[in-house]
Structures are given as structure tokens and as C-alpha cells.
């Protein structure tokens, strides 16, 4: 793992897109050229434009790739991501970047991560960066949108998963929100909780630390 | 886009270093007067439409100052975020003693105490020394009252920066009156 460095100035430059890979019928991984001198840390973003419209995403990728690799939910009408799910390879795009401060910080405590839907990006960056006893709880649909589910099961002390519909399928796999299984999950007591997906889920998750995990420390990351 | 969580809605929030804290805490109340002081400059460049572009760069340049200052209040001395935080420039301080002199230059010497007010940009410059002076004492009682150490370092340079800008917005506010052709009004015991 890889410690927060001063060099997070962020610079414009143009990448190309060198791949996409659907991980399920709503979210993709989309593959970027990396230019020489782009460098980021794990849990930063790297923010794509396209005319007047402007979106942050989460870099999915370690710093050490040779590729930058973000994972995508397609919007219906939105405004970047229905045209970066169909873009042909090739197709150049102006970037900017690294951006954000939503870096793993090792400290003592246990780190507790919470993600929905594509907000495990930032975690997957840290897992491949070679962050390791976490714990992770992630909040979705249903088990098909449970990416990256190899990678970060290997990589947590403990990996939890919660579906919103349809049955679990391995013992690590729940239903309900990940919030009402936190305090199950979590004894009492301080920890670092990295917080990245929907806003509710931030605020909820929140108000359950204040409530229940007196002395934590809060870093969070909101997906729209 | 919503920019809301609502996860403050219960009178916490976090610092940048993370930590859950009431929204009442020195350093939240330190930052958010040093919000109020930007916000205030930024109605002072406003109402200040026909000042001379380097004047108007100039209170702008401070803003991104107040910004970096309010980076570290927002942080625990010695957190590991300190360490992605730009440094604060001691020579900012100097570039501002630079700035009042150039204005001193052209005002008349004080010989009264003069009462805040004249053209309304001056008012507004006062307004902003005056809430300045505040978040310098904000930043006074975050540091425990004394020269900081090396892990308040930050706050140190922050404390001189304050104290050099509620000087200078004081000596803007004469500037802003000559500039407008009001004289001083001096304070009558």
C-alpha cells in the first residue's frame, strides 16, 4: 500500500479508450490509455468531459497498472455514461486528474469498508494496491452486481456481501442493507469507516458510527 | 446532482482527518468563520466592479489562501492527512506586507481613530477585518493560546497570515475611500 503523497495537483490530458468489459447488464470497466506522468493513489478519481458535461469516477485501477481502469454504472440518460458504454475503441477523451482525498489511511484501528454498487471502486484500487485486513461490506441489487467479488474476498479479513433482491448464494452473501447489518457484523468500538456509494447509505451509515462506534474516524465518498 | 447526504443532519459532521465531531467544535466554528471571511471578501471584489484588474486578482488571490488555511483547520494536527495537504507559505505573509505598503503609499498618515464606513466597499473591507480578526482568534484558542509546536506548525503561519490580512483589509478600506474620492471620517471622543 502505497502512502498519501503532497503530488495531488490535478492536470488535464487526453486518453483513449482501450477496452470495456461489461460486468453486468448495468455496469462496465472501461480501460483508459494511462499517460506517462499520470500518477494517483488508491480511492482517487479521474474526471472525464465530454462537451460541457463533466463526471468524477472512482479509478479502479492500482497505480502500478499500466492502464487506467474505472467501473461504470450505465445511467438511463445519462449524461457521460450512456456515451462511454458505447464509444468505440479508439475514441479519445479529455481527462483530468487525479482528484480527491479518499485515500486509505493504515492506522491502528480496524478498517471498516462500506460500498453500493459501483462505489467498491475506490476499494478495488486499494486491494490491488495490496491493502489487505479490512473488512467489506457491499450493497447491491442482486449477487450478479457483486463485482470484483474474487479480488476483494481474497484481499478483506472478512468480506460481506447484502443483496436488496433475490437469494443469497454462499454463506458471505446477505439480504437486507448493509446498514442493519453493520451493527451485527461490527463490535462496538473505534474504527476507520471509508463510506462510498449513495448518499443515504452515507448518511445512514453515519448516523449508526455516531451512534455506535464512538471515536471512529469518517471518510466518505458519495456516487450519484 | 444532489450535494446533500443529510449525514449532518444530527448537528455532527467530519473533519478532513476524519474524525465525527459536533458541529460546534472550535475547529468547525474556526473554519466556518474563515467561510464567512471568504464569502465576505468575495462581496467586496463584487461591489468592486470597476477596481483595477490587479486589485480585484489580488483579493482573489487571497481567497485561494483562505481556502488552503482552511484545509489544515479542518484537520488534527499530526493526522496522516496533514500529509496531502498543500504547505501553507510563510512567504504569502510577505507577498500581503508587500500589498499593504504599495497602498500605504498613497494614504495620508493616521493622526485619529476613523469610524468604519465611508463608500460601501470600504464598509465591506471593514466588515472583513472585523471577521478576520475573528477567525484569528478562532485560530489563537486551536492553538491553546501560545506559539505552536511542530505539529501546529500550520496554525502558526495561518495566525500570522490572519493577522497581516486584518491589516491589510484595514489599509484597504482607507484605499477603497481615496480610491472614491471619501475622505476618512475621524472619530470624535
Known sequence: MESVSRNLRPGPFTSRILGRRWLSPTAFELRLDRPSGFDFQPGQRVRLASGPDERDYSIAAAPADPEVV????????????????????????????????????????????????????????????????????????????????????????????????GAPDAPEVLTGRVTRHLERLVPPGACDFYLCGRGEMIRDVTWRIDERFSGSRVYSEIFY | MKIYTGSGDRGKTSLFS??????????????????????????????????????????????????RIGAWLATTPGAPEAESLPPLDPGRSVWLEGAIDCMQEDLSPLTAFILPGGHPSAAWAHVARTVCRRVERRVVRLAGGSSPGEAEAPLGRAMIYLNRLSDYLFVFARHCNRWHGIADTPWKA
Open chain 1, 70 to 165: 474505472l467501473c461504470i454504472r450505465r445511467v438511463a440518460g445519462g449524461a457521460l455514461s450512456e456515451w462511454l458504454a458505447t464509444a468505440g475503441i479508439g475514441t479519445a477523451i479529455s481527462c483530468s486528474g487525479p482528484h480527491g482525498y479518499f485515500t486509505f489511511k493504515p492506522s491502528p484501528r480496524p478498517a471498516i469498508f462500506v460500498a453500493t454498487g459501483t462505489g467498491v471502486a475506490p476499494f478495488v484500487s486499494m486491494a490491488k494496491a495490496g491493502a489487505e485486513g479490512f473488512m467489506l461490506l457491499h450493497g447491491v441489487r442482486r449477487a450478479e452486481d457483486l463485482f470484483y467479488r474474487d479480488l476483494l474476498s481474497a484481499a478483506a479479513r472478512r468480506y460481506m456481501a447484502c443483496l436488496s433482491q
Open chain 2, 18 to 67: 476524519g474524525e465525527r465531531v459536533g458541529k460546534d467544535n472550535d475547529r468547525i466554528e474556526a473554519y466556518g468563520d474563515l467561510d464567512e471571511l471568504n464569502a465576505v471578501i468575495g462581496a467586496l471584489c463584487a461591489g468592486l466592479p470597476e477596481a483595477p484588474p490587479d486589485r480585484r486578482a489580488e483579493l482573489q488571490a487571497i481567497q485561494s489562501d483562505l481556502f
